[in-house]
């Protein structure tokens, strides 16, 4: 079945820092890929989405793009500040039914 | 802009306890979600409802029961809670074909 995987946490960076979080996933078809982010003790906020092969997904400085050709969906960022401390999880849509498939999500830590 | 309200926000329950999650949102939306969030597991889907009268089994669906009341409310039940149930739920809405919305996530540990 559709599955999604992305890098284990957590990542730990200096702010103002480079930031890569890896996304790869399975699925049969071309499903719609998402980053959503979670801050400590709150819901699950959308960061970005990408609906196609080849669009780019981008929010408050975060970008990702779909790559059909090596299955990935990479979140970066070129600049972090310590308020992006949270918890990413990369997601793919069951093109059926919109259920989001998720990865583990992994834990981004910015320390000035 | 309420989105996805989920009550209550935390509960403590004993083992074999019963208890119901509640869920609405006010999007009109026509799916709605319930997962379950567990360390290194990320969400994992335990029922879903893609229309008023309708639920399907997700990922996790065993030891849980789900009621779409009408197209705002969808709960989630335990009949017979488990440590194992132990976990943050988190309720979700969307439309077809667009965004999904979650909210704020329902804190339950069961001794």
């Known amino acids: 079945g559709d599955s999604v995987t992305q890098m284990e946490g957590p990542v730990t960076l200096s702010e103002e820092a480079f930031l890569t979080i890896n996304c790869t996933y399975t699925?049969?078809?071309?499903?719609?890929l998402f980053w959503y982010v979670q801050y400590p003790g709150e819901g699950l906020q959308l960061l970005l989405k990408a609906t196609k092969a080849d669009d780019k997904g981008s929010n408050k400085g975060f970008e990702a793009t779909y790559r059909k050709e090596t299955t990935s969906f990479h979140l970066e960022k070129g600049s972090v500040q310590v308020s992006d401390s949270a918890v990413y999880f990369c997601?793919?849509?069951?093109?059926?039914?919109?259920?989001?498939?998720f990865g583990t999500g992994t834990r981004l830590q910015v320390f000035p | 802009n309420a989105g996805v309200t989920q009550t209550p926000k935390f509960q403590v329950l004993k083992t074999g306890q019963s208890m119901t999650l509640q869920c609405a949102q006010d999007m009109n939306h026509n799916s709605m979600y319930w997962y379950r969030q567990d360390p290194g597991m990320g969400l994992r889907l335990i029922y879903y409802s893609a229309s008023e009268g309708t639920t399907d089994k997700g990922e996790v669906p065993n030891g849980y029961n789900v009621s779409r009341l009408n197209k705002r409310e969808f709960s989630l039940r335990l009949e017979s809670a488990a440590p194992s149930q132990t976990s943050v739920y988190f309720c979700a809405s969307s439309e077809r074909g667009n965004t999904i919305y979650f909210g704020e996530g329902s804190w339950l540990t069961v001794v």
């Open positions: 997601a793919l849509s069951d093109l059926g039914t919109d259920k989001l498939i």
């Open positions: 699925a049969t078809g071309y499903p719609s």
